[in-house]
């Protein structure tokens, strides 16, 4: 089975976690847009969503799903999203699409944080994948400095700029033993947004579409 339908299989297995009559928290990515496929056949069903990016906010609209503004939403059921990589701690690198900001601040106000992935993103140790993180322009050559004193590679991903208007730099070689302690060195570090590992808030839920079906793991 194609990577994509593994995708497909577990975007659509997160629709049995959508609460009817609630507001759903929508993530990013190609694994979160079979999900909004999906979510689409209920529009009539749901409230509404919050999203984590504008490419979000545009499929979720396209479907009739009406997109909340953030500050108008105390908390959410459930958030739904991908991730790049997923430990067996349900600790997570995400942003491979540049949204990491907006995903944490969104997955924060939610009771559950369902994980949607197909089978190669769950690893035995974060960091094969480059970790993301966003930066205020200004402050981009400061913070590599300091990232490769931690002991990564920063490598400035070109010509994007995030929703937010800042930048990102993809941190490779990374041996990411306590994904805590590093989400919040990086964290510490001035003119950071955000990083890409989600540790203190990982998923709740892992749903992963393997080529028996779609495994569902719990934290
Ligand atoms: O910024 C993007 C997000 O963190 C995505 O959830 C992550 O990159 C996984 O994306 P995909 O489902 O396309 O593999």
């Not at 503004?69 to 459930?78: A, F, G, I, P, Q």
């Not at 035995?124 to 205020?136: A, H, K, R, S």
């Not at 400095?145 to 991903?157: A, E, M, S, Y």
């Amino acid at each position: 089975m194609s990577q994509d339908l593994l995708k497909k299989a577990a975007g659509w297995a997160a629709l049995d976690y959508v609460e009817k009559g609630s507001i759903v928290g929508v993530g990013t990515g190609s694994t979160v847009n079979h999900f909004i496929d999906a979510l689409g056949t209920m529009a009539d069903q749901i409230k509404g969503a919050v999203s984590s990016s504008e490419a979000s906010t545009e499929r979720l609209k396209a479907l009739g799903i009406e997109v909340f503004d953030m500050n108008s939403v105390c908390e959410l059921s459930v958030y739904v999203d991908g991730a790049d990589e997923i430990d067996h701690q349900m600790a997570m690198i995400k942003g491979g699409g540049a949204a990491l900001t907006r995903e944490k601040i969104v997955a924060s106000i939610a009771k559950q944080f369902i994980c949607i992935a197909d089978g190669s993103k769950r690893v035995d140790v974060l960091g094969q994948f480059p970790l993301p993180v966003e930066v205020i322009p200004m402050a981009r050559a400061a913070i590599a400095r300091q990232i490769v004193k931690l002991g990564g590679d920063p490598i400035f991903r070109e010509g994007c700029i995030t929703d937010n208007g800042c930048q990102i730099l993809d941190v490779h070689n990374l041996k990411i033993t306590d994904p805590k302690a590093l989400e919040q060195k990086l964290n510490n570090l001035p003119g950071v947004v955000t990083n890409g590992l989600f540790a203190f808030r990982g998923a709740d839920v892992l749903l992963l579409g393997e080529e028996g079906g779609v495994r569902t793991l719990t934290a």
